[in-house]
């Protein structure tokens, strides 16, 4: 069993920062790539930032310049630093992770969701 376990959401400031953290667990052979991405009411979710091995790191174009997303594989956890928040970045945010797992090979997950709030 797999689980992704996400902390560091809340309420900030527009200026604000915020780091959120994501930590898969179980039997987790290696991560081919894990990320951030977000849904705001009435709207689609959307790729904020993501880390795949082998490629590119890749951020919305919304967000350049004031996110950073970063992995440990270690700990099989994903960072995102998120500085300079806008009332517009304000939506859930969902940890996602490819993960190679025993048994069974290349999964997807995605983990609960947690709250980022930009508001005065």
């Known amino acids: 069993q797999v689980q992704l376990v996400e902390s560091g959401g809340g309420l900030v400031q527009p200026g604000g920062s915020l780091r959120l953290s994501c930590a898969a667990s179980?039997?987790?052979?290696?991560?081919?790539?894990m990320g951030w991405y977000r849904q705001a009411p009435g709207k689609e979710r959307e790729l904020v930032a993501r880390?795949?091995?082998?490629?590119?790191?890749t951020y919305a174009d919304s967000v350049k310049g004031r996110f950073t997303v970063s992995r440990d594989n270690a700990k099989n956890t994903v960072y995102l630093q998120m500085n300079s928040l806008k009332p517009e970045d304000t939506a859930v945010y969902y940890c996602?992770?490819?993960?190679?797992?025993?048994?069974?090979?290349?999964?997807?997950?995605w983990g609960q969701g947690t709250q980022v709030t930009v508001s005065s």
């Open positions: 179980g039997s987790i052979v290696s991560n081919e790539a």
């Open positions: 880390i795949t091995t082998g490629r590119p790191t």
């Open positions: 996602n992770a490819v993960l190679w797992v025993r048994p069974g090979g290349f999964r997807n997950y």
